[in-house]
């Protein structure tokens, strides 16, 4: 059978009113807001992961920058003993 | 502004009961136009619910300008979930089938169901973006520029695929006409 534009639109038009009157199951709007608040907990969640991992970062960050100054700061100490020790030495 | 632009700046304060307004008022017509683009009636209940977390998201983070009409910016977002729907359902056909489903007996008519499966049957093999625009054009009477302003396309393209998609239903049904 040939188609006509005629017949598509006919066609539409048809399905367009058999369509009309669908609506969601009874329960929807519940299921929606059950989602909304789901979503609401999760992302609060979500949200505190990722501050948790920017900190986790953060912390990684600042122990190693320690550790840099500390090991700075010890091989300072170390010079500045051995200055020390080099001072005494050449006064005695 | 109108209740529901008003129910919206209730939510952004924070007030749940708010967008329970929002989804009572607005749910029914979204659904029926998911239904219509993706033809499945679960499958629109998904979308359409999909749609209404991302909105609260949106309207949470203050993402509603209030540019356009409430209902018209929530039936953007059912849209464009719905061509994402397509879009995946051409990778992962569905074999499940709605329309026989006894949750919906009492609910929505089996005519109206069967009319579902026929539309689906009909516009299976369109492109999605096709599909949608003659759905919304034909079946929700939307016209052009409302189409265009959904769909974030220009009126000129939303005619293109209005002609291209009546042309690919021409020519299957002509194909389906030759073979029998």
Known sequence: ?92 | MGPLENAALRVQQGELEAFKEIVQATSAQLVRVAARVIGDMAEAEDVVQEAYVSAYQALILGQFDGRSRLPTWLRRIVINRAIDALRSRRRRPRLDDSALDASWDGAVSIESRLALVELNDWMNGLVPEQRATLSLSVLEGLSNLEIADAMGCTEGAVEQRLVRARVALRQRSQKNGSAT
């Open chain 1, 1 to 92: 059978m040939d188609q006509q534009p005629s017949s598509i639109e006919a066609r539409l038009a048809r399905l367009s009113c058999a369509t009309e009157n669908i609506h969601p199951r009874p329960g929807f709007e519940e299921r929606v807001l059950l989602a909304v608040q789901q979503s609401a907990v999760i992302d609060w969640r979500a949200g505190v992961w990722r501050v948790g991992r920017y900190g986790l970062i953060l912390s990684v960050v600042a122990v190693a920058l320690a550790t840099v100054f500390a090991v700075q700061g010890a091989a300072r100490a170390d010079e500045m003993q051995a200055i020390a020790y080099g001072t005494v030495d050449s006064e005695w």
